[in-house]
Protein backbone atom coordinates (compact mmCIF):
# COMPACT_ATOMS: atom_id res chain seq x y z
CA UNK A 1 0.00 0.00 0.00
CA UNK A 2 1.60 3.31 -0.80
CA UNK A 3 1.43 6.74 1.45
CA UNK A 4 -1.30 8.39 -0.70
CA UNK A 5 -3.58 4.73 -0.47
CA UNK A 6 -3.06 5.03 3.20
CA UNK A 7 -3.79 8.36 3.59
CA UNK A 8 -6.94 8.09 1.48
CA UNK A 9 -8.48 5.43 3.25
CA UNK A 10 -7.64 6.23 6.89
CA UNK A 11 -9.39 9.35 6.02
CA UNK A 12 -12.25 7.84 4.69
CA UNK A 13 -12.43 5.51 7.75
CA UNK A 14 -12.55 8.49 9.82
CA UNK A 15 -15.10 9.64 7.50
CA UNK A 16 -13.47 13.17 6.97
CA UNK A 17 -13.19 14.85 3.82
CA UNK A 18 -9.91 16.66 2.39
CA UNK A 19 -10.99 19.66 3.52
CA UNK A 20 -11.62 18.58 7.19
CA UNK A 21 -8.01 17.06 7.45
CA UNK A 22 -6.55 20.08 5.45
CA UNK A 23 -8.31 22.40 8.16
CA UNK A 24 -7.07 19.60 11.13
CA UNK A 25 -3.48 19.60 9.79
CA UNK A 26 -2.75 23.07 8.61
CA UNK A 27 -2.46 22.64 4.93
CA UNK A 28 -4.05 23.21 2.02
CA UNK A 29 -7.34 20.92 0.51
CA UNK A 30 -4.93 20.85 -2.49
CA UNK A 31 -1.99 19.06 -0.30
CA UNK A 32 -4.25 16.86 0.91
CA UNK A 33 -4.96 15.62 -2.58
CA UNK A 34 -1.50 15.67 -3.64
CA UNK A 35 -0.64 13.10 -1.32
CA UNK A 36 -3.21 11.07 -1.81
CA UNK A 37 -2.91 10.66 -5.56
CA UNK A 38 1.01 11.27 -4.93
CA UNK A 39 1.73 13.93 -6.75
CA UNK A 40 3.77 14.98 -4.14
CA UNK A 41 5.01 14.01 -1.13
CA UNK A 42 4.02 15.85 2.83
CA UNK A 43 6.71 17.08 4.80
CA UNK A 44 7.91 15.95 7.85
CA UNK A 45 5.83 18.37 9.80
CA UNK A 46 2.69 17.44 8.08
CA UNK A 47 3.49 13.93 8.43
CA UNK A 48 3.44 14.04 12.00
CA UNK A 49 0.27 15.96 12.52
CA UNK A 50 -1.12 13.29 9.82
CA UNK A 51 0.30 10.66 12.10
CA UNK A 52 -1.29 12.10 15.20
CA UNK A 53 -4.55 13.29 13.28
CA UNK A 54 -5.04 9.10 11.87
CA UNK A 55 -3.87 7.53 15.38
CA UNK A 56 -0.76 5.93 13.23
CA UNK A 57 3.08 5.74 13.92
CA UNK A 58 5.49 7.17 11.81
CA UNK A 59 6.77 3.93 10.96
CA UNK A 60 3.52 2.97 9.84
CA UNK A 61 3.28 5.33 7.22
CA UNK A 62 7.33 5.73 6.29
CA UNK A 63 7.63 2.28 5.80
CA UNK A 64 4.99 1.49 3.73
CA UNK A 65 5.84 3.70 1.23
CA UNK A 66 9.65 4.44 0.90
CA UNK A 67 9.54 6.59 -1.78
CA UNK A 68 8.46 9.52 0.82
CA UNK A 69 12.23 8.40 2.39
CA UNK A 70 13.54 8.59 -1.05
CA UNK A 71 12.15 12.19 -1.20
CA UNK A 72 13.10 13.81 1.68
CA UNK A 73 16.65 12.67 1.47
CA UNK A 74 16.77 13.90 -1.88
CA UNK A 75 15.50 17.34 -0.65
CA UNK A 76 17.83 17.11 2.25
CA UNK A 77 21.02 16.33 -0.31
CA UNK A 78 19.56 19.29 -2.90
CA UNK A 79 19.46 21.90 -0.13
CA UNK A 80 23.42 20.41 1.16
CA UNK A 81 24.34 20.87 -2.71
CA UNK A 82 22.68 24.58 -2.60
CA UNK A 83 25.00 25.24 0.23
CA UNK A 84 28.04 23.90 -1.27
CA UNK A 85 27.57 25.73 -4.46
CA UNK A 86 28.26 29.40 -2.53
CA UNK A 87 31.64 28.75 -1.77
CA UNK A 88 33.31 28.15 -5.19
CA UNK A 89 31.71 30.96 -6.67
CA UNK A 90 32.59 33.62 -3.19
CA UNK A 91 35.96 32.47 -3.81
CA UNK A 92 35.45 33.08 -7.92
CA UNK A 93 34.29 36.36 -7.31
CA UNK A 94 37.30 37.63 -4.99
CA UNK A 95 40.20 35.68 -7.49
CA UNK A 96 38.57 37.62 -10.21
CA UNK A 97 38.60 40.68 -7.88
CA UNK A 98 42.54 40.26 -7.39
CA UNK A 99 43.38 39.57 -10.81
CA UNK A 100 41.25 42.60 -11.84
CA UNK A 101 42.57 44.83 -9.80
CA UNK A 102 46.20 44.11 -9.84
CA UNK A 103 46.91 48.00 -11.06
CA UNK A 104 45.83 49.32 -8.15
CA UNK A 105 47.70 46.82 -5.87
CA UNK A 106 50.80 47.15 -7.69
CA UNK A 107 51.90 44.88 -10.45
CA UNK A 108 51.63 40.75 -9.47
CA UNK A 109 54.49 38.54 -10.80
CA UNK A 110 53.56 36.16 -13.45
CA UNK A 111 53.55 33.39 -11.59
CA UNK A 112 51.18 34.94 -9.31
CA UNK A 113 48.68 35.75 -11.91
CA UNK A 114 49.06 32.45 -13.33
CA UNK A 115 48.63 30.84 -10.14
CA UNK A 116 45.42 33.21 -9.84
CA UNK A 117 43.95 31.79 -13.46
CA UNK A 118 44.28 28.30 -12.64
CA UNK A 119 42.81 28.63 -9.17
CA UNK A 120 40.31 30.44 -10.64
CA UNK A 121 39.59 27.81 -13.09
CA UNK A 122 40.10 25.01 -10.42
CA UNK A 123 37.53 26.62 -8.84
CA UNK A 124 35.01 26.72 -11.66
CA UNK A 125 34.81 22.25 -11.77
CA UNK A 126 33.38 22.22 -8.29
CA UNK A 127 31.01 25.45 -8.57
CA UNK A 128 29.45 23.41 -11.94
CA UNK A 129 29.32 20.04 -10.54
CA UNK A 130 27.31 21.74 -7.26
CA UNK A 131 25.27 23.25 -9.88
CA UNK A 132 24.59 20.68 -12.44
CA UNK A 133 23.78 17.99 -8.98
CA UNK A 134 21.29 21.08 -8.34
CA UNK A 135 19.72 20.76 -11.14
CA UNK A 136 19.60 16.66 -11.57
CA UNK A 137 18.08 16.66 -7.77
CA UNK A 138 15.14 19.01 -8.35
CA UNK A 139 14.76 16.94 -12.02
CA UNK A 140 15.29 19.75 -14.21
CA UNK A 141 18.06 17.86 -15.98
CA UNK A 142 18.00 19.50 -19.82
CA UNK A 143 20.45 18.23 -22.12
CA UNK A 144 20.72 21.64 -23.51
CA UNK A 145 21.07 23.16 -20.33
CA UNK A 146 24.04 20.60 -19.52
CA UNK A 147 25.22 21.48 -22.91
CA UNK A 148 25.27 25.57 -21.89
CA UNK A 149 27.02 24.95 -18.51
CA UNK A 150 29.96 22.82 -20.26
CA UNK A 151 29.98 25.50 -22.83
CA UNK A 152 30.76 28.00 -20.08
CA UNK A 153 32.97 26.10 -18.57
CA UNK A 154 35.30 25.75 -21.95
CA UNK A 155 34.82 29.46 -22.86
CA UNK A 156 36.42 30.54 -18.90
CA UNK A 157 39.25 27.81 -19.89
CA UNK A 158 39.88 29.58 -22.90
CA UNK A 159 39.41 33.45 -22.11
CA UNK A 160 42.20 31.68 -18.52
CA UNK A 161 44.37 30.26 -21.47
CA UNK A 162 44.13 33.52 -23.57
CA UNK A 163 45.09 36.00 -20.71
CA UNK A 164 48.24 33.65 -19.75
CA UNK A 165 49.67 33.16 -23.17
CA UNK A 166 48.93 36.92 -23.93
CA UNK A 167 50.76 37.32 -20.47
CA UNK A 168 53.74 35.56 -21.29
CA UNK A 169 53.58 36.31 -24.99
CA UNK A 170 55.28 39.64 -24.43
CA UNK A 171 58.32 38.25 -22.28
CA UNK A 172 58.77 35.32 -24.89
CA UNK A 173 60.64 37.79 -27.39
CA UNK A 174 62.38 39.50 -24.98
Request: aromatic letters at 8%.
Amino acid sequence: MTIGEILKAKRKALLMTQEQVAEQIFVSQKSISNWETQKTYPDIDSLIRLAHLYQLSLDQILLEDSDIVKNIKKQSELKTMQKLAIPPMITNIGLTLLAATQHWWGPASIQALIIILISMFANFIPMFYFRIKVDELANQVDKKKLANWLLVLYIVAVIIIAVVILHFLPNLFK
